[in-house]
């Protein structure tokens, strides 16, 4: 029913008289706008509190909080004419690009399910996530075009095409795509009028697929406001907070842990590539006061040629995430920007995706620990039966629960349910409690390494070889061994300029490791896989270094 409302009908007075299913959803839907909660409304929010403030900047375009409403609310009311309705999936292949950003907003609005496609994948990957979440509409970069030209035809959910113009010209004579800007341009900027609820799905996810094929991980509204809401609290943004996004904005900790959070609090977001000398140049010109990233990426910005070159000095909060930061890093990083906070976010995907926090205050005191559970999160360690974890040092996996966890993996009720079991979300990651119940990431429940009938933690090993500073990055995996059944074995990318040997290497963890947890070889490599947020791909290789020990 419109917000614009008729005079009440005498039938419809009954649902006044009474508190039950009826009722309530007659009032909700009734009252909607008056009392909504929903993603759709923040940017509107903002522009209420913020109207001419810096919103958005992407290269050359600068938008303000009224103008970036204007524009999601044009894009929302062009999708609606395109026969978009609530909970149709709307697709998109893009950089960290204007175009991007007014899709995630614009979906909100229209009360579609936005999906954003890691750009890192190839045609089959691509059109799996496409055909997978039936998606209706598919943006696409021009730039990014070669990836789908080949499968554009295998989708057969897709209505429209419409590809988003970055300057690489057009892609193709394909008839079939509309212009981005051409296509919304001409539409109204009035908000359009869509009964919304925090309860409805807004945003699908496709995992990694680091494990298994990926599975798209559907949130809600209540499940981002609140951990929008968490990251604020938890993470100390406020409205002068100039944050750059780097990161990948396909990827929901650059866009639901910070990009977001920032559009709430009324702060002004900076649109970047991951190219390490772009975010350096950027985080000085912009006088940038909170920047994320992975660990890898901290590595690369740390060892840049020209680090000290840059002006940093207004960069006050430091975050890291996506997973585990080497303390030997952690402790250059205070060392080379001294007046930064420093904070570790925890999570995953299906957690929206933060879980717990190791806040400023404990960086030092806590060095290399996950913190606590969030501001409306619980955590908690169990064991392989199902029992909670409450002694200290003993490794459990890293359960959790609260208003973050997602609604369900889509098409998979078998997968949903496992990981949901007994109330709580399973991560699959390993940890151990202190004795202030911070949880330590041990590690990924598949990468421990079996070795001899014992459990090696591969990063505990990663640490003690960190300490090596000619180490640039270090992966630890097991690989099978005809012998111990699994070998612990050290794959490392030296620095620049530097030469390390396995014998080295051997006698730095002999120096402080138990002898089954030494490396049995140790394979020296220019550069590790890794996906596009930074985590290393240690499946890619076991599979590339599998037979290291055949001859043993």
């Known amino acids: 029913m419109s917000d614009c409302h008729e005079r009440l009908r005498e039938e419809d007075r009954a649902y006044y008289q009474c508190i039950n299913r009826e009722s309530i959803e007659y009032l909700r839907n009734r009252y909607n706008k008056t009392n909504r909660w929903v993603i759709a409304d923040m940017i509107r929010r903002s522009s209420y509190h913020y109207p001419d403030k810096t919103a958005l900047v992407f290269n050359e375009t600068t938008l303000s909080y009224r103008e970036l409403d204007d524009e999601c609310n044009r894009v929302a009311n062009a999708l609606i004419d395109l026969g978009v309705e609530k909970y149709d999936r709307v697709a998109i292949l893009a950089h960290n690009t204007l175009h991007h950003v007014l899709t995630w907003f614009g979906c909100a609005k229209a009360g579609a399910v936005y999906l954003s496609i890691n750009y890192m994948l190839q045609g089959e990957e691509i059109s799996f ?54 296509w919304y341009a001409g539409y109204p900027a009035g908000e359009p ?27 809600n509204n209540q499940a981002l406001m609140a951990q929008y809401m968490g990251c604020i609290v938890d993470g100390q943004y406020d409205s002068d907070d100039v944050s750059i996004n780097a990161l990948p904005l396909y990827h929901c900790a650059q866009r639901d842990v910070f990009m977001n959070p920032i559009f709430w609090v009324g702060g002004t977001n900076i649109l970047s590539t991951p190219d390490l000398t772009v975010i350096l140049r950027k985080i000085s010109e912009h006088k940038a006061t909170m920047f994320f990233a992975p660990p890898t ?16 000095s207004h960069l006050k909060k430091c975050y890291y995430g996506a997973s585990i930061m080497p303390v030997e890093i952690l402790k250059e990083l205070m060392e080379k920007i001294p007046g930064c906070r420093i904070y570790n976010f925890y999570g995953q995907t299906e957690l929206a995706p933060y879980h717990t926090i190791l806040k400023a205050d404990d960086a030092m005191t806590k060095l290399g620990s996950a913190g606590m559970g969030g501001l ?158 930074g985590k290393i791909l240690k499946r890619d290789l076991r599979t590339v270094y599998k037979n290291l020990f055949a001859d043993d």
């Open 376 to 533: 409306n999160m619980e955590t908690r360690l169990e064991d392989d039966e199902g029992r909670e974890v409450v002694a200290t040092g003993i490794p459990g996996e890293i359960c959790g629960r609260g208003p973050h966890a997602m609604m369900l993996y889509f098409k998979e009720p078998d997968k949903t349910e496992d990981v949901m079991r007994g109330g709580w979300f399973h991560s699959g990651d390993l940890g151990v409690l202190d004795e202030d119940r911070y949880i330590e990431v041990v590690d990924r429940k598949k990468d421990m390494v079996k070795t001899g009938g014992e459990n090696v933690s591969t990063r505990e090993v990663e640490e003690v070889i960190y300490q090596d500073k000619r180490v640039q990055e270090v992966a630890v995996i097991g690989v099978y061994h005809p012998k111990w059944v699994e070998a612990v074995t050290a794959v490392i990318v030296p620095k620049k300029g530097q030469t390390i040997t396995e014998r080295e290497i051997k006698d730095v963890a002999k120096a402080r490791l138990a002898l089954f947890k030494v490396p049995k070889k140790v394979v020296f490599v220019d550069e590790l896989p890794k996906t596009p947020t």
């Open 297 to 312: 990426v901290w590595i690369g910005l740390l060892r840049h040629p020209d680090f000290a070159g840059y002006d940093l």
């Open 193 to 219: 009028d869509v009964i919304l609820h925090i309860e409805d799905p807004v945003q699908m996810t496709y995992t990694s697929g680091t494990e298994s094929l990926p599975k798209g991980v559907v949130a």
């Open 129 to 182: 996530c496409v055909n997978h979440s039936e998606s209706k509409v598919l943006i696409i970069e021009d730039s990014l075009y070669p990836l789908v030209k080949d499968v554009l035809d295998d989708m057969p959910t897709v209505q429209t095409l419409i590809w988003s113009n970055q300057g690489e010209g057009r892609p193709c004579d394909d008839t079939r795509l509309l212009d981005f800007d051409q």
